[in-house]
């Protein structure tokens, strides 16, 4: 198979403050990892394009420094959201694939709340 | 830019019945199509994936067509049961030089009563 996880699974936290989420491929290395955001009754959007080793390529409009990228080996990438505000307050879900010509598997998603 | 609109929003059915879903897209060149399952507060389920070169997909009570030229695609799901009850995304992948993007659409929320 291909399992990619993502920790914490929910996260509450209060504004101003740094929140941390993991992404894991569990059984297979993942070249690229990607990140997305999803609102309420909203398509999934995509934030950003993780590639091991070098620096993340994010969307327009999509803050880089608010929203920093890490992914410094073949099966771990992590999205930190620095200084949140409540308008931080989403869905996201993380996607791995062994390239990125290949399927992308999908994490469970974390849920933040900003209060 | 790809814009995937998917119809209806929201759809109601009794169980047994049979019902499709629809998804369009603005840009026909696509790599793929795949449409996907999440339940409330979850991650996304792949359902099926269509190569651009084919016309339709089957598993089980789902069957996914496509027809590129016209940009859309319909996912038919027989004989509903409430555990099919979940959000349905279709999303495209695109063939140019961005071409593992993905674009999802809004999705349709299916619930089937018993």
């Known amino acids: 198979g291909a399992v990619v996880s993502q920790h914490p699974s929910w996260v509450i936290c209060k504004s101003g403050t740094s929140v941390k989420i993991e992404c894991r491929s569990l059984d297979f290395q993942a070249t690229t990892m990607f990140w997305y955001r999803q609102f309420p009754k909203q398509s999934l959007m995509l934030m950003a394009t993780s590639n091991e080793g070098s620096k993340a390529t994010y969307e327009q409009g999509v803050e880089k420094d608010k929203f920093l990228i890490n992914h410094a080996s073949l099966t771990l990438s992590t999205l930190t959201v620095t200084s949140a505000h409540p308008e931080d307050s989403s869905f996201y879900i993380c996607?791995?694939?062994?390239?990125?010509?290949?399927?992308?598997?999908f994490g469970p998603g974390t849920r933040l709340t900003v209060l | 830019k790809q814009e995937v609109t998917q119809i209806p929003a929201a759809l109601s059915v009794p169980e047994g019945e049979n019902l499709v879903l629809n998804c369009s897209f603005t840009?026909?060149?696509?790599?793929?199509l795949q449409w996907f399952r999440q339940d409330p507060g979850k991650g996304l389920t792949s359902l099926l994936l269509?190569?651009?070169?084919?016309r339709e997909q089957t598993s089980g009570r789902l069957n996914a067509s496509l027809d590129k030229s016209s940009g859309r695609s319909t996912l038919y799901i027989a004989a509903s049961q409430p555990g099919d009850s979940a959000t349905y995304l279709c999303?495209?992948?695109?063939?140019?030089?961005?071409?593992?993007?993905?674009?999802f659409g809004k999705g349709t929320l299916l619930t089937v009563n018993p």
């Open positions: 996607s791995a694939t062994r390239g990125t010509a290949d399927t992308q598997y």
């Open positions: 840009d026909s060149a696509i790599y793929n």
């Open positions: 999303a495209v992948r695109g063939s140019g030089g961005s071409n593992y993007k993905l674009t």
């Open positions: 269509i190569q651009s070169s084919q």
